[in-house]
């Protein structure tokens, strides 16, 4: 899977709380990214069996909102998650700014 930082910032969020579940709208807050970007970098981890998915089991008309979609990560998921961010931290040189340069020096964009 090509990781970009759009899927490295999921993988980050997803990662904070490994074993809860999280919805579109609570992921594009943590990440930044809107949802034109973030649902077709969920498809993709979902496509590659890292994520899986499921709707909240809820009368929409009684709780007066849509159902959500929640993701998580899969076993699968976490492993490859923790070694792909562990990977571009070690690429990352000490002392230099990451992607962008818009975060302090050192710290990656996600």
Known sequence: MRITIPVAKVLAALLAEPDEQHYGLDLMRQTGLPSGTLYPVLH?????????A???????VTAGRPARRYYRLTAEGVAQARRTLAELRAAIPEGRPSWGGTEPTGAPAW
């Open 54 to 60: 499921d709707w909240e089991a809820i009368d929409p």
């Open 44 to 52: 993709r981890l979902r496509g590659a069996g890292w994520l899986a």
